[in-house]
């Protein structure tokens, strides 16, 4: 069984940067892919960005050059680097793995 737990999520002014992390237990992360979505109120869940057991990167058009996904393979940890947060970056962010889901993590940027 996967568990995945979200952190790091809060409440932040547009501009500011927030730093969310995925720890996993139950399996080993490095052979697998990464990925986080967001889902914010009204919406679908959409995909954020992922990363691959070797490092490589995928980012939606909407947050390249802001965000940033990165791994710990040897702390089962993937992080999302969030910078230059906007007022629709609002949402609550997932970590996702080999079809599990973590809780979600809120985050909000005021205007």
């Known amino acids: 069984q996967v568990q995945l737990v979200e952190s790091g999520g809060g409440l932040v002014q547009a501009g500011g940067s927030l730093r969310l992390s995925c720890a996993a237990s139950g399996r080993t992360l490095s052979s697998y892919i990464m990925a986080w979505f967001r889902q914010a109120p009204g919406k679908e869940r959409e995909f954020v960005a992922r990363?691959?057991?070797?490092?490589?990167?995928l980012y939606a058009d909407s947050v390249k050059g802001r965000f940033t996904i990165s791994r710990d393979n040897a702390k089962n940890t993937v992080y999302l680097q969030m910078n230059s947060l906007k007022p629709e970056d609002t949402a609550v962010y997932y970590c996702?793995?080999?079809?599990?889901w973590g809780q979600g993590t809120q985050v909000t940027v005021s205007a």
């Open positions: 990363v691959s057991w070797s490092g490589t990167t």
């Open positions: 996702s793995l080999s079809g599990y």
